[in-house]
C-alpha cells in the first residue's frame, strides 16, 4: 500500500499564504473567530483568563513550515 498523505489547502495564520499541509501533521493554533486572535490574548498583545465561551467557539488554524521556522528561530535567540 503506498504512503498516502491527505493534504489540503489552508491560509497560514502567521502570514496567510496558502499552502497545502497534512491536517494530521501541521503546526495548528487555537482562534477565536469572533476577535481573530487566540483566547486569552486582547488586542494590546496582553494576557487575560480566557473565557470558557472563546475557548468552546474557537478552532485551529495551520501554521506553515516557514513561520515555524521563523517562530523558532526567533525563541532561540531571544530567550526570556
Known amino acids: ?3 498516502e498523505r491527505a493534504e489540503i489547502s489552508g491560509e ?3 502570514c496567510k499564504r496558502v499552502f497545502r499541509h497534512d491536517p494530521k501533521e501541521v503546526v495548528t493554533f487555537l482562534v ?3 476577535t481573530g486572535l487566540p483566547p486569552g490574548i486582547t488586542f494590546f ?3 487575560r483568563p480566557a473565557t470558557p465561551e472563546a ?3 474557537s478552532t ?3 501554521v506553515c513550515p ?6 523558532r528561530r526567533f525563541g532561540s535567540e531571544n530567550p526570556f
Request: aromatic residues 4%; hydrophobic residues 35%.
Open 32 to 34: 477565536d473567530p469572533e
Open 55 to 57: 475557548v468552546a467557539r
Open 45 to 47: 498583545g496582553t494576557l
Open 1 to 3: 500500500m503506498p504512503d
Open 12 to 14: 497560514c495564520y502567521a
Open 60 to 62: 485551529d488554524v495551520p
Open 66 to 71: 516557514d513561520c515555524v521556522d521563523k517562530a
